[in-house]
């Protein structure tokens, strides 16, 4: 069972007009939702905004020392997306010793649930699981009428031989725009619905209604 995450370089969104003659008055006033804040101040009301859900991290053994990582983020969110989600996380042994700490970034759309995939990471001992926390948040009002990105896997399979397993599948873009970049993840759950594995590839220059393979 696989479950295919895609994301995406582009994220339509709308310009918020700011009005600075009555954004800076410490007064709710001229159309404003709060207190200098709301879209005639191109600013949020932070009231309105739900925080970024995630979940429990996972940590995937795929040889000796080297280990792949899960995080699922839901942003609760229908109106609203973040275009930098700036994070921090943090990896220690099972006898609380830090064995690595890393920085980041993300954009989310609303109503998302994005998959923070990190493969290939090199640890010294076993690790506990990972902690990720959310520093930042750039968050932003998204229109209806943003453009709509489609895509659709037309035919995907899954080898093992001989210890080594493969996957691949052919996308196409059903959008009506191209995109510079496309990341894939993918997400291998077992026949009760556990996450067994993760790997992410990317795709570079999808054009509108291009087809792409891919095998990772």
């Known amino acids: 069972i696989f479950a295919i995450i895609f994301a995406l370089v ?19 006033n001229q159309g404003e939702q709060g207190v200098d804040c709301g879209p005639v101040c191109g600013k949020l009301c932070a009231s309105e905004i739900l925080s970024l859900q995630v979940s429990v991290g996972q940590i995937f053994k795929v040889a000796e020392g080297d280990y792949d990582m899960l995080f699922e983020v839901k942003n609760p969110n229908s109106s609203y997306g973040a275009r930098d989600v700036q994070y921090e996380i943090s990896i220690g042994d099972t006898n609380g010793q830090l064995l690595t700490k890393q920085i980041g970034n993300f954009y989310v759309l609303p109503n998302q649930t994005f998959y923070l995939i990190k493969t290939a990471l090199k640890l010294k001992s076993e690790p506990a699981a990972p902690t990720l926390a959310i520093v930042d948040t750039d968050w932003i009002q998204v229109s209806t009428e943003d453009p709509v990105v489609d895509f659709a896997i037309l035919g995907e399979g899954f080898l093992e031989r001989n210890g080594v397993s493969r996957y691949e599948a052919i996308v196409l873009n059903k959008s009506f725009y191209d995109f510079e970049n496309v ?10 619905g556990q996450v067994i594995g993760v790997s992410r590839t990317d795709i570079q220059t999808f054009e509108s209604l291009q087809e792409r393979g891919f095998v990772m």
């Open 10 to 28: 582009f994220v339509g969104v709308r310009d918020l007009a700011t009005d600075e003659a009555t954004s800076f008055d410490s007064l709710q």
């Open 183 to 192: 990341d894939i993840n993918v997400i291998l759950h077992d026949e009760s």
